[in-house]
Every structure is written in structure tokens, then in C-alpha cells.
């Protein structure tokens, strides 16, 4: 089989592994859902500001906690798989996936690849030409591979979602959050967020705290 040096020799139509995904020579961002290949995209100013801020508040909670951190840009793998199925080789994981944050508490799932199994929490920040597949896609991927919550954060709005799955993959909840509402985790209800403190200022309150810094 050549060697898949570029992008463009993938078949977008193509049924792909973790196995091949191993030996691709290129640098293109890229996820396998279900066999196939998602390009992504450069994340905006405003998505990796929205990252920052996310991974601060959740890096300050979970420091100290027997439960492990990942956040975008990372070279760490998330490999899913039908937790009902039995998982045998590279070759037999059609999911490979780089979300912007997840939590994980079985340390045991990571290797020297990342992460084998699901993560407890994923966070997916929303950007143009996306919102299918993080709120459609990812979260039935979710919801079978095992993960308890899942979070979309949506800058447009302003809101952030969450998805609550239980031991059938089915939602057991789904709440959305927006302006000052402070929410919390399903699975960590000692952690709380302010959602107001993620999303940009406005042009006032933009003025008034430079005001303030000024004086």
C-alpha cells in the first residue's frame, strides 16, 4: 500500500482505522468517526479563548483530584469503541478523536497514545461548519462508547449544554445553560461555573474594566 503522505490521498469516502491513522505522514488535524474521515478546522481567536478559560477552570478544580486533564491542542488520541463490544487490535478501533477538553478518572484507560476507552467528560467547543457533528454525531458517539457527560459550548449563543448518559447510552438529562446561570457537573457536583464568566465582554463592560485599570 503507498504511503499516505498528504491529506489529499484519502478517500473521503474511504473506511479507515486507528491502525491506518498510525501511519499517515501528515500534519492535517483530522478525526475518524465510525471508519470515516472528519477534517478539522483551525479553531478560531474566539475558540481557543473559550479553551483557555475552560481548561483554567477546570485545571484549578481538578489539580488536586485523583481524576486526569486533557485540553486541546494536544498530540493525545481518544479511541472509542461500542463499550458492548469486546475491543482486540488498532486495526478493530474505528474511532479516533482529539476533543477540547476530557476529563479522566480510570486512569488506567491511558496509555502512551492517550486515552483507550471513554473519557468520563468530554467538552466540545462549536465553530462554523461543526455544530453537526458535535451535536448530532458526537453525542450519539458518546452516549454508546461510555462517556457520563458531555458538554457543547456554543460561542454564537452563548450557551453551554449538557448531556447526561447512563449505563444503557441513552440521555438521561439535558439542561442548557446561558447568561449568569452557574452550573455544575452531573458526575462533580462540587464544581460549579459561571457560564457569563466565558463568553466575550461587552463593549461596556469592556470600557468600564479598562477604566478601572487605568485608574
Not at 28 to 46: D, G, H, V
Not at 88 to 104: M, W
Not at 204 to 210: D, H, M, P, S
Request: proline fraction near 4%; charge should be negative; hydrophobic fraction near 35%.
Amino acid at each position: 500500500m503507498a504511503a499516505i503522505n498528504d491529506f489529499s490521498q484519502l478517500d473521503p469516502d474511504g473506511v479507515y482505522s486507528y491502525a491506518d491513522y498510525l501511519t499517515w505522514k501528515f500534519d492535517q488535524a483530522l478525526e475518524i468517526i465510525k471508519c470515516k474521515i472528519f477534517k478539522m478546522a483551525a479553531p478560531s481567536s474566539m475558540h481557543q479563548r473559550l479553551s483557555r478559560k475552560l481548561t483554567l477552570a477546570h485545571g484549578n478544580h481538578f489539580e488536586n483530584h485523583r481524576c486526569e486533564l486533557f485540553a486541546a491542542p494536544f498530540d493525545v488520541d481518544v479511541r472509542l469503541f461500542d463499550k458492548k463490544k469486546l475491543l482486540k487490535a488498532n486495526k478493530d478501533i474505528f474511532t479516533n478523536i482529539q476533543p477540547d477538553i476530557c476529563i479522566i478518572c480510570d486512569l488506567k484507560k491511558i496509555d502512551k497514545n492517550g486515552c483507550l476507552g471513554a473519557p468520563d467528560l468530554m467538552v466540545e467547543i462549536l465553530s462554523p461548519g461543526n455544530s453537526k457533528c458535535e451535536t448530532k454525531i458526537k453525542k450519539e458517539l458518546y452516549a454508546e462508547s461510555g462517556v457520563r457527560e458531555y458538554w457543547i459550548v456554543d460561542p454564537e449563543h452563548e450557551t453551554v449544554t449538557r448531556f447526561n448518559f447512563n449505563e444503557e447510552c441513552s440521555t438521561t438529562s439535558t439542561d442548557i445553560f446561558s447568561s449568569d446561570d452557574i452550573m455544575s457537573f452531573i458526575i462533580f457536583p462540587d464544581f460549579t461555573l459561571n457560564v457569563s464568566e466565558l463568553f466575550p465582554e461587552t463593549e461596556q463592560e469592556q470600557c468600564t474594566n479598562l477604566c478601572l485599570l487605568l485608574k
